[in-house]
């Protein structure tokens, strides 16, 4: 079979007589495949591509924007994995209440932790996450129970398949009363059709909680199950929410290539710093900000 891979030109008449294309319609010669042949080589954008040496890849990008924003400025259909973890609504609520986590908070204000991400913005975050993702990925969103009846009926407006809670099993109880918190749920979600990785693994992922973390930090184990079970080496993963960036860990331990965000400058910054250790990544500059302030906040039992 002769092969024209995409060679950014239309073959010259001379070319397809060879390959056995006779006809004026290309699709008569049933041993002739062509891939698009748009740019054509008199185009010159074709030309400054040609001309370019070949960069090489950073293995992370991050950035410190508004996770809609951001996923905005992300070509449609360019990421093969999403897992995220938004500050969602009803941590403000446990928050005021004081049973969340014993994380270190000042009385002034509740915003030392994190901003929240309202509720009322997930159609439009669900919207982005479904643009942004290739045709048959996953999607994974860490939540309590109340957001998840939140969250689920508009991931599926947005367009995903649900397939079912998964819940991340922390070992050991938190605060609280009533029945102490002792695991949370991952939701799961489809784009058209992918399937797992490894068909043997349980629903109940069981992991540690991280102690003397960043706020609300997930343990890289968890991310690390659903790395594997959704993605393969050389995948991209993006988190919108990515805090200290967990979910980038367990991607580029895993081969994967990461992109993330997150609003809390000093979050973008300890992110980069623990992910430097895989090798070279793009990250905006952030100016004067030092992750102190964060520290200060990080260091308590959760
Ligand atoms: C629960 S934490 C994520 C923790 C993360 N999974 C980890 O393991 O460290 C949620 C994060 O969302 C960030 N955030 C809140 N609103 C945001 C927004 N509109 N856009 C981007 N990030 C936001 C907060 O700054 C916070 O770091």
Not at 58 to 87: G, K, M, R, Y
Not at 252 to 266: I, K, S, V, Y
């Amino acid at each position: 079979m002769r092969l024209l891979a995409y060679s950014g030109y239309e073959p010259r008449e001379r070319e397809r007589s060879n390959a056995g294309d006779t006809t004026s319609d290309r699709s008569a010669c049933a041993d002739l495949v062509t891939f698009p042949v748009t740019p054509r080589r008199d185009n010159p954008s074709w030309r400054s591509r040609r001309m370019t040496q070949p960069v090489s890849t950073p293995l992370f990008e991050l950035s410190n924007q508004d996770a809609v924003a951001w996923l905005h400025a992300l070509p449609a259909a360019s990421v093969d994995l999403l897992i995220t973890d938004p500050a969602y609504e009803s941590l403000e609520k446990h928050r005021a209440v004081g049973t969340t986590t014993r994380l270190k908070h000042s009385k002034a204000s509740s915003n030392d932790w994190f901003t929240v991400f309202p509720n009322a913005r997930f159609d439009e975050l669900f919207e982005q996450v479904y643009r942004v993702l290739r045709d048959d990925t996953h999607f994974y969103l860490f939540c309590d129970a109340e957001t998840m009846f939140e969250a689920k009926p508009k991931a599926e407006r947005a367009g995903f398949k649900f397939w079912k809670p998964l819940v991340w099993d922390k070992q050991t109880i938190g605060m609280g009363y009533h029945y102490r918190a002792r695991y949370e749920f991952i939701l799961f979600f489809e784009k058209g059709k992918r399937r797992l990785n490894d068909l043997g693994i349980a629903d109940i992922i069981n992991v540690p909680r991280v102690h003397r973390g960043y706020p609300a930090e997930k343990p890289v184990g968890v991310s690390d199950v659903l790395v594997k079970q959704s993605s393969s080496p050389g995948d991209v993963i993006a988190d919108p929410f990515m805090g200290s960036g967990s979910v980038g860990e367990a991607a580029l331990m895993n081969g994967r290539r990461f992109l993330g965000t997150d609003l809390n400058a000093a979050a973008v910054r300890v992110t980069g710093e623990r992910l430097q250790k895989f090798g070279e990544g793009r990250q905006p500059d952030l100016g004067d900000i030092t992750t102190t302030d964060l520290l200060s906040l990080m260091g308590t039992e959760p």
